[in-house]
């Protein structure tokens, strides 16, 4: 087989020659999980993606006019947030610091009819039999919004945490915090 890069280049990368997810993503699902996937190239294609630094330029304005007459402008850039990079771990860290510092506290003793918690946690997986690999990736997200939004409406505010993973069979699952 030849190289997915050697093949296939224009098909992951724009006009500018700069790695696109979103084609990435296209061209992907378009595999048979047991056939035609490098594994090695796919992750050789997100460590590409993931380290092509990228910034997102923004315009900060103040309206002065009615003082002096003038608008203020202040451009700058920010580095943008990929899944992986410093600035996702920034970001995430970020989220999660309150949890850190946290005592350690046992909800569960499998040896006592006890158990404290109002936490529960959960795997929702795709049935193969209903949902090809592509269209499961790319419904994950709606399908668990759906999912959460029902549990809410049956129960009332529910915080969650959640992440994917992929399963040996290449379709998605969630684990949830709920």
Known sequence: MSSIREKFREELYDYEDKPRLNYARNYFLGFSIDKDLDFQELQEFYLTWRDF???????????????NGEVDRETFAVKCSKRGNDVYFWRVGKRLRSFQGLKNYSFFDPHSNIKQSNVLFVTLTYDTKRSTIQNAWETI??????????????YGH???LRCWEVSKRGYPHTHALL
């Open 53 to 67: 630094i990228e910034y997102i330029v923004l315009q900060k304005q103040t309206d002065n006019l009615r003082l």
């Open 141 to 154: 997200g709606k399908d668990f919004n759906k999912w959460i939004r029902n549990l809410r409406k049956k």
């Open 158 to 160: 529910i915080s969650h």
